[in-house]
T-cell receptor, first 114, second 115 residues
């Protein structure tokens, strides 16, 4: 029972490099989310996908792009990484948009941009 | 818009004692849901308890219970008989219709459990 799987778990990038964070869920959930977690800031929503084929900006979308590849997969891309994007990134999913039962989270990706 | 405030950056408790973590929120919606998530050092986000705003009865899950004061927009978490495994960061969160039911988190409270 994998739930939400994120890859990689850890990554170090140089300023200006690009990378894609992968996320996949096996619960047949419709909605998926990307959050970033910074010390003292809690979790902030970057982008979300209410259903397959749709994506929308969250609270802190600048510097990121997303792709809802299919119902299972939702990727987050950093085109030109900056030190301000050093963070822990969480992917989450829910049965319906904003499902009242809460979200299921992946184990996170710790990204360091030097 | 919806906001969540956790006024205690850090708390500590003795093993077997009771601790209460505070949370206040703001939303203009009448339909909303409140959550407490636990994040241990493993980094995994674990749902501890949820409360539906239209329910007056406080939610309880084993040693975890909430004190939901709707008029005061307060949603505190009580942990009874604290265990070493309860040591973690705790996040309060809300989702409401005004934000299309997206989860908004507080900044977290780091709980230490002393043996």
């Amino acid at each position: 029972n994998a739930g939400v799987t994120q890859n990689p778990k850890f990554q170090v990038l140089k300023t200006g490099q690009s990378m894609t964070l992968q996320c996949a869920q096996d619960m047949n959930h419709n909605s998926m989310y990307w959050y970033r977690q910074d010390p003292g800031m809690g979790l902030r929503l970057i982008y979300y996908s209410a259903s397959e084929g749709t994506t929308d900006k969250g609270e802190v979308p600048n510097g990121y792009n997303v792709s809802r590849l299919n119902k299972r997969e939702f990727s987050l891309r950093l085109e030109s990484a900056a030190p301000s994007q050093t963070s822990v990134y969480f992917c989450a999913s829910s049965e319906l948009e904003g499902h009242r039962g809460g979200y299921t989270f992946g184990s996170g990706t710790r990204l360091t941009v030097v | 818009a919806q906001t969540v405030t956790q006024s205690q950056p850090e708390m500590s408790v003795q093993e077997a004692e009771t601790v209460t973590l505070s949370c206040t929120y703001d939303t203009s919606e009448s339909d909303y849901y409140l959550f407490w998530y636990k994040q241990p050092p493993s980094r995994q986000m674990i749902l501890v308890i949820r409360q539906e705003a239209y329910k007056q009865q406080n939610a309880t899950e084993n040693r975890f219970s909430v004190n939901f004061q709707k008029a005061a927009k307060s949603f505190s978490l009580k942990i009874s008989d604290s265990q070493l495994g309860d040591a973690a960061m705790y996040f309060c969160a809300v989702n409401s219709g005004g934000s299309n039911y997206k989860l908004t988190f507080g900044k977290g409270t780091l709980l230490t459990v002393n043996p």
